[in-house]
Nanobody, 115 residues
Framework: QVQLMESGGGLVQPGGSLRLSCAASRSILSINAVGWYRQAPGKQHELVATIFNNGVTNYAASVKGRFTISRDIAENTVYLQMSSLKPEDAAVYYC?????????WGQGTQVTVSS
């Protein structure tokens, strides 16, 4: 069973940038699609970015043009580069398969966007 661990969250001002990392316990190419999700208090998980094992990417309209999902196959890691951050981007960010597998939800990493 693959394990996924998120890191890289923190406090950033509006307009700032942050890079999140999702480290997998085995090759990410063994997963058909890895996604970054976010969850704000009182809200459902929102899928914001996906990378398929062939390298194709998808983005939610709310983040397209600002966020970039990428991977380092050798390091078994998927990244989310976030730029031009807005207060509404604040949430706990998780990585998981797409569609999500319930057993794969981890602790997530907190992203706070505030001045």
């Amino acid at each position: 069973q693959v394990q996924l661990m998120e890191s890289g969250g923190g406090l950033v001002q509006p307009g700032g940038s942050l890079r999140l990392s999702c480290a997998a316990s085995r090759s990410i190419l063994s997963i058909n699609a890895v996604g970054w999700y976010r969850q704000a208090p009182g809200k459902q998980h929102e899928l914001v970015a996906t990378i398929f094992n062939n390298g194709v990417t998808n983005y939610a309209a709310s983040v397209k043009g600002r966020f970039t999902i990428s991977r380092d196959i050798a390091e078994n890691t998927v990244y989310l580069q976030m730029s031009s951050l807005k207060p509404e981007d604040a949430a706990v960010y998780y990585c998981n398969t797409v569609p999500p597998w319930d057993d794969y939800w981890g602790q997530g990493t907190q992203v706070t966007v505030s001045s």
